[in-house]
C-alpha cells in the first residue's frame, strides 16, 4: 500500500512538471513571436518606412507568404533586417509549434500515467468490497466504508458517476456488474463481500447470480427496493438483502415513538469509540469449518467468559440472524457471532 502511495506521488509529481513545463513553453514561444513582429515593425520605421507597410512587411515575412516587398529592399541593413526577421520569426514559431504539441500531449500522457496508476491500484487490491452501483446509496456506502478504513471497488456502467467517484478520491472501475469479465477485473476471487446496491432491482438479481456462480462462498448483500422481489434475490444467491424503504419507514416510526432514544441510535457511528472508552468493544467471531468454535453451543462458546460477554446473535451462511440465541444453540461453520465483550475478547 506504501508503495502504492509513493507511485502514486511521482506519478502526480511528473504530471505537474509536465504541465508547468509546456505552459511555459507556450507563454515564451507566444512571446517571442510577439517580440520578433514589434522589434521588425520597429527595425523598418526607423529606416523612414511607415508603419503600416513594416507591419505588413514583418507579417508576409515570419509567414513565408512571399509578396512582393512593398518598398524595395536595397540597402545591406534593411536585408539584415529581413534575414534577421526570417531566422527569428522561424524559430520562434517552431519554438510555439512545438510547446503546443507538448502542451497536447503531456495532458494524454498525463492521462495515460493516471489511468496506469489506477490500474495497479485496482490490480493489488485484495480482502475488499465490491460496491455495484453508485447512486446515492452507493455514495453513502462509500463514504461510510472509506470512514471505517474497509477497502472496496466501485463498479458502475456510468462514466459520469465513474468520474465522481475519482473526484471523491475512491477506487472505481467502469464496466457492466453484471458481466463475468468486469468483475473477474474486479478481482471477485479476492473479495470479502460483493454489494449490490443499484435502484432497478432486476439488475440486482442479475448481478447476484452472476457473482453466485463464479465465488459459491461468497457473502453478497442486495439492494430491494420492491419487497416483493426479495425472493427473486434470495433464489439468487443473495446472503443479505436490504430494504432501503423499509429501513426508513422503520427509524422514522421509531423516531416517533422512541425520539429519546432514536436520538442515541441516529448517532450510532460514534458508539464504537463509545464502547471503547467504557471498555466495551462490538465483537464479531466467525466460525470456521473444523476450527476451535465448530459445532460448539453458545454455552460452551462463553464457559468461563460469561461475565464479560454478552452473545447478541448468531449470523446463519444464508444471512438469516438468530437473535439472542439459547445456550444450547449449536454453533456451524460460517456462523458469525456477534457479542459484545468486555476486556479480552474470546
Not at 446515492?136 to 456506502?141: A, D, K, S, T, Y
Request: overall charge neutral.
Amino acid at each position: 500500500m506504501a508503495c502504492g502511495v509513493r507511485a502514486g506521488a511521482v506519478i502526480e509529481s511528473l504530471k505537474s512538471i509536465i504541465s508547468r513545463k509546456s505552459m511555459r513553453g507556450l507563454y515564451i514561444g507566444a512571446l517571442m513571436f510577439l517580440g520578433v513582429i514589434i522589434a521588425g515593425a520597429l527595425a523598418y520605421r526607423l529606416e523612414g518606412w511607415r508603419l503600416s507597410d513594416a507591419i505588413y512587411m514583418v507579417i508576409i515575412t515570419v509567414f513565408s507568404v512571399g509578396y512582393e516587398e512593398v518598398e524595395p529592399v536595397r540597402t545591406s541593413l534593411l536585408r539584415v533586417i529581413t534575414v534577421c526577421i526570417i531566422v527569428a520569426g522561424d524559430a520562434s514559431k517552431v519554438y510555439f509549434v512545438g510547446s503546443l504539441v507538448a502542451f497536447i500531449t503531456g495532458g494524454e500522457i498525463g492521462k495515460a500515467m493516471d489511468e496506469h496508476r489506477k490500474s495497479r491500484e485496482i490490480d493489488t487490491i485484495s480482502d475488499h468490497v465490491i460496491v455495484c452501483g453508485y447512486g446515492r446509496i452507493g455514495q453513502v456506502l462509500a463514504r461510510e466504508l472509506e470512514e471505517k478504513k474497509f477497502p472496496f471497488l466501485i463498479v458502475d456502467n456510468n462514466a459520469d458517476r465513474i468520474a465522481l467517484a475519482h473526484a471523491h478520491g475512491f477506487q472505481a472501475l467502469i464496466g457492466d456488474a453484471g458481466a463475468e469479465s468486469t468483475l473477474t477485473e474486479a478481482h471477485i476471487e479476492r473479495a470479502l463481500v460483493l454489494a449490490t446496491v443499484l435502484p432497478n432491482d432486476m439488475v440486482n438479481v442479475f448481478i447476484t447470480l452472476t457473482a453466485r456462480n463464479m465465488r459459491p462462498e461468497m457473502r453478497i448483500i442486495a439492494r430491494a427496493e420492491d419487497p416483493a422481489n426479495e425472493k427473486k434475490l434470495r433464489q439468487a444467491g443473495a446472503t443479505e438483502i436490504i430494504l432501503p424503504a423499509l429501513a426508513g419507514g422503520m427509524q422514522i416510526a421509531n423516531s416517533i415513538t422512541h425520539s429519546s432514544l432514536d436520538s442515541i441510535l441516529r448517532d450510532s457511528r460514534h458508539l464504537d469509540s463509545e464502547f471503547k472508552e467504557l471498555g466495551i468493544e462490538i465483537v464479531e467471531l466467525p466460525v470456521a469449518a473444523d476450527g476451535v468454535h465448530d459445532r460448539k453451543t453458545i454455552q460452551q462458546l462463553v464457559r468461563g467468559a460469561e461475565a464479560r460477554c454478552l452473545v447478541l446473535a448468531v449470523r446463519r451462511p444464508d444471512g438469516s440472524i438468530v437473535q439472542h440465541p439459547p445456550a444450547t444453540h449449536r454453533l456451524e461453520a460460517g456462523d458469525v457471532v456477534m457479542m459484545l465483550s468486555h476486556g479480552r475478547p474470546i
